[in-house]
């Protein structure tokens, strides 16, 4: 089976296996576990931020950033289509009483226009914002990539508002490959972000939230609150630890991968695909020129060995580690068998 569902389907590599074999652990509750310290500290210095909290998702970790930033009755403007948004919004609700002020972006990417716009405080006083929250990059919106400069503009906006900026990069690891921007150099401009191990970087489980020391132990505090304090955690650490070393340099071939992998479809059914908008690792196909839908094209890739998901009603499939080159072709003559 070629896997194209998402880029967290990767199997450990051997390195992340002997790491975790020979894991040193302790009891992360108490602070005391050497593997999840290296990795929270080592993190820290990656992006430039304070301190690190270690979490079993990704979903965790913005759950978590979410908690400790906007209070309960409070909002938060994200893009309408983030995951903070589509996926996650009912976690935010029944766990922390956080809802949403959603801003239509173009591909994912909210203007600074646009948050001025939603930052305007509400005459009757009703409304709250406590957070902006960006996605970076933007998964729905198709591996899009948040440009710095954007990026800089915004924090200038939320500065002015004095509303703090989050940024959920699960994988800012794809936006700093593609953009050449250095992963500090977009945490700088965020008060707290979290990143994904566990997707590009292909380790098997983790995300990691990161920002200033008072606000990693208040969040410390709320994951436990959210049932996602944990014990010897080095076990998995371990593995995140080789992601970071593994994981950065190979996914500039994912993106080749992913273009590849668009221009072949568009080839095939021109108006389906949009090689040009591939700036990535996530590739989305409209399912209305081949006069079908997602679900059903799906069924008919799974047949021939290539696995896919539907996502706002769009065939979506993301390159990782574990798909080559020759499984990109693989794919492209499934998706040519379609069309006979
Ligand atoms: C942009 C984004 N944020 C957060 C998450 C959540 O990560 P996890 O699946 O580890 O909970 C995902 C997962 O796909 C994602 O795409």
Not at 6 to 32: I, K, L, N, Q
Not at 99 to 125: N, S
Not at 203 to 223: K, Q, T, V, W, Y
Not at 259 to 273: H, N, V
Request: charged share 25%; aromatic share 4%.
């Amino acid at each position: 089976m070629i896997d194209l569902r998402s880029d967290t389907v990767t199997r450990p590599s051997p390195a992340m296996r002997r790491a975790m074999a020979e894991a040193e652990v302790g009891d992360d509750v108490f602070g005391d576990d050497p593997t999840v310290n290296r990795l929270q500290e080592r993190v820290a210095e990656l992006t430039g931020k304070e301190a690190a909290l270690y979490t079993v998702t990704g979903t965790m970790a913005n759950q978590t950033a979410l908690r400790t930033f906007v209070h309960s009755g409070h909002e938060v403007i994200a893009e309408a289509t983030a995951h903070v948004i589509t996926v996650e919004k009912n976690s935010a609700a029944t766990l922390s009483g956080v809802t949403y002020r959603p801003v239509a972006g173009e591909r994912g990417l909210m203007t600074p226009e646009q948050i001025v716009e939603a930052l305007k405080p509400d005459p009757l006083d009703v409304r709250v914002v406590d957070l902006v929250a960006v996605e970076n990059t933007h998964q729905v919106g198709g591996g899009t990539v948040l440009p710095i400069e954007t990026l800089r503009a915004i924090r200038k906006v939320t500065q002015e508002a004095g509303v703090p900026l989050y940024m959920d990069g699960a994988r800012i690891w794809n936006a700093s490959a593609a953009s050449g921007v250095d992963v500090a150099e977009y945490a700088a401009e965020v008060d707290a972000l979290m990143f994904c191990f566990s997707k590009g970087l292909g380790a098997p489980i983790g995300s990691i939230l990161c920002g200033p020391r008072d606000f990693i132990r208040e969040a410390r505090r709320n994951r436990l609150q959210l049932t996602g304090a944990w014990r010897q955690a080095g076990v998995i650490a371990a593995a995140a630890l080789v992601a970071l070393e593994e994981g950065p340099g190979h996914l500039q071939e994912d993106h080749a991968n992913a273009r590849r992998l668009a221009e072949g479809i568009a080839e095939i059914f021109p108006d389906a695909a949009e090689p040009e908008h591939v700036e990535t690792n996530i590739v989305f196909v409209d399912p209305a020129p081949l006069g079908s839908t997602a679900g059903d094209i799906a069924q008919r890739l799974k047949v021939q060995g290539v696995l896919v998901t539907q996502v706002a009603g769009k065939v979506r499939m993301l390159t990782h580690l574990d798909v080559s080159p020759q499984d990109i072709e693989e794919a492209i003559a499934a998706w040519r068998r379609l069309a006979a």
